[in-house]
């Protein structure tokens, strides 16, 4: 949705809520894609939400809406709710989708919910792994054949399955065990000949996961072998779900989401601007606390070098520029590297010293340049040869350091098993000022005494 059509949907539901003019409101959202609707709902305060909710006409553009809505929305929306009714809306929902709602239930509704529910024994089973493994994202609905069927029967097999399936991508091959012992697409099934048997024309070389196998590596295999599906087993290989690309994709955006916030500082989950000043306020503040200590440590090593201050105020004018340039190029390594590891293009577990070479070679390359112009600049404003050089050589070091440390910090978190996108941000930033700082006045000081400038 364009954002000029995103502002107006916004304002034009604000209106109307404020007004109190359901008849107009009411025509509003039957025009509107539920998709829209909730990028629009996620600007709003929680009782805007809900009565807009409320105002939706059928069981599944509420379905539909709670699904494209953020936690905790379904929990805010079906908690009150009678519980038949709100199994009334569940029931539009794919089990996937169902479980994950039913977990953020409080336990005596979810009960009352899933007493109602015809599906329970599939969703209970769902619900019985971690939101963030394969098993927690799969659909345990699928299209499973016999390696001695034809291709005829097969697709006989995949008619009757009707609406049961909500995505047919692939035909997956079971023994009479329910072991996966094959797979073939939806259109090499099509076009495979009536006669020919499944065994003939299927895929014996099967990449599958885990019921256990974390989101972030199944949404890494997905879109590395370019596979619309992927099949998910259990300890014994027997199938229990699928985990399609539309699952893929959101565990994308919502992990790409998390590494943002976390190396933004604010947490890991987005909260609302319409949140309250102290919820804010609690989330962020912990994240500070490396940055308040690396700023006492880098005022405590700006004490070590009052001498140097006092005879040459004018170096002190550019310190925050040498600070500013280190901490962006730190920054800038860092995110790069995280997002290597996120992404499998760096193992975790491992230190690349490729990766530190390549980053430290690039902040060498910036650094002369940008030191340059910069020593250049300095030298000519205060006359005086040794300032230029301090400067230069300064940022040029500067840049250097913070390239290297941005690289070397989170390899080394993730070596030691702690999420380098937590706290990457903060030791960057401490380490990039404290060395900055320690950098900058150490070559001053070398360069005053050589040029004998007292």
Not at 50 to 79: C, W, Y
Not at 216 to 223: G, K
Not at 326 to 350: F, P
Request: glycine residues 8%.
């Amino acid at each position: 949705m364009q954002p000029t059509k995103s502002r107006l949907l916004h304002d034009t539901l604000r209106r109307y809520l404020r007004r109190q003019a359901w008849g107009h409101l009411d025509k509003v959202l039957t025009k509107t894609r539920v998709e829209d609707l909730a990028a629009v709902l996620t600007g709003m305060g929680e009782r805007e939400q809900i009565t807009i909710f409320e105002r939706l006409k059928s069981s599944e553009d509420k379905a539909n809406l709670i699904v494209s809505m953020q936690p905790p929305f379904g929990k805010h929306v079906l908690d009150p709710m009678p519980a038949p009714d709100a199994a009334e809306i569940l029931r539009e929902m794919a089990q996937d989708d169902m479980a994950d709602i039913l977990g953020d239930l409080e336990p005596e509704q979810a009960a009352k919910v899933l007493e109602i529910l015809d599906e329970s024994d599939g969703v209970e089973n769902l619900m019985r792994f971690a939101e963030d493994t394969a098993g927690g994202i799969m659909l345990p609905e699928f299209v499973a054949v016999s390696a001695d069927m034809t291709a005829e029967e097969a697709l006989i097999a995949l008619r009757d399955s009707g609406d049961d399936i909500e995505m047919v991508y692939y035909i997956y091959v079971v023994n009479e065990h329910g072991h996966l012992v094959g797979v073939l697409s939806l259109r090499k099934l099509v076009v495979a000949p009536a006669h020919k048997r499944i065994r003939e024309i299927m895929e014996t070389e099967i990449l599958s996961v885990t019921t256990d196998t974390d989101q972030e590596e199944v949404a890494r295999l997905v879109s590395e072998y370019d596979i619309l599906a992927i099949p998910v087993v259990d300890d014994a290989n027997r199938l229990v779900g699928i985990v399609t690309v539309d699952d893929v994709i959101d565990v994308l955006k919502e992990e790409a989401e998390e590494d943002m916030l976390r190396m933004a500082g604010v947490g890991s989950t987005y909260m609302s601007p319409d949140a309250g000043i102290l919820s804010h306020v609690k989330m962020r503040m912990p994240w500070l606390i490396a940055s308040a200590c690396g700023g006492l440590l880098a005022a405590a090593a700006m004490g070590s070098f009052d001498e140097i201050l006092e005879a040459h105020h004018y170096l002190a004018l550019f310190l925050p520029i040498i600070l500013g340039m280190a901490g962006n190029v730190g920054s800038q390594a860092a995110t790069v590297t995280v997002r290597g590891l996120a992404m499998g293009h760096i193992r975790s577990g491992e230190f690349s010293f490729k990766a530190v070479r390549k980053e430290a070679a690039i902040g060498l390359a910036m650094g002369t340049v940008y030191g340059s112009v910069v020593g250049l600049i300095g030298g000519f404003a205060s006359d005086t040869l040794a300032y230029g050089m301090s400067i230069g050589l300064a940022l040029m070091c500067g840049m250097i350091l913070s390239s290297t440390m941005g690289t070397v910090m989170p390899l080394t978190l993730a070596r030691l098993h702690i999420d380098p996108a937590v706290a990457t941000g903060p030791l960057v930033s401490t380490s990039t000022d404290v060395l900055g700082v320690i950098t900058y006045f150490t070559i001053a000081t070398q360069l005053m005494n050589l040029f004998g400038i007292a």
